[in-house]
């Protein structure tokens, strides 16, 4: 029964991100780009955060590793905020969000 919900789990997160992604790349509105900008950076850093606290204990570089996964997201939205590099942080930013992903998963 658990492992259903955890697909269903699975199956949201990978919509969300996917359909925010979408919104982040094609959009033309850049009120729209950042609104999924930073919904995007707020997601990837909470499936990060998902991710380094579902591992065991004694896995320490493995949780420091994913919590670095997540300040990815964090440098992202620093360098959408300080300069006009936006691209750049936007391609942080889904870098961050997939590999967040796949981790919480264990894919990777």
Do not use: C
């Not at 300069?83 to 919480?104: R, V």
């Amino acid at each position: 029964m658990a492992l259903g919900y955890l697909l269903i789990l699975f199956i949201v997160i990978v919509v969300i991100s996917s359909l925010g992604i979408a919104f982040l790349l094609l959009s033309k509105n850049n009120t729209v780009k950042k609104i999924s900008f930073y919904i995007l950076s707020i997601l990837a850093i909470v499936i990060s955060g998902m991710a380094a606290t579902s591992l065991p204990t004694n896995l320490i570089l493995e949780q420091v590793l994913t919590w670095l996964i997540g300040l990815i997201s964090i440098l992202a939205i620093i360098i959408h905020i300080k300069t006009n590099k936006k691209y750049i942080a936007y391609t942080l930013t889904i870098i961050s969000l997939i590999i967040s992903i796949l981790k919480l998963f264990s894919f990777i």
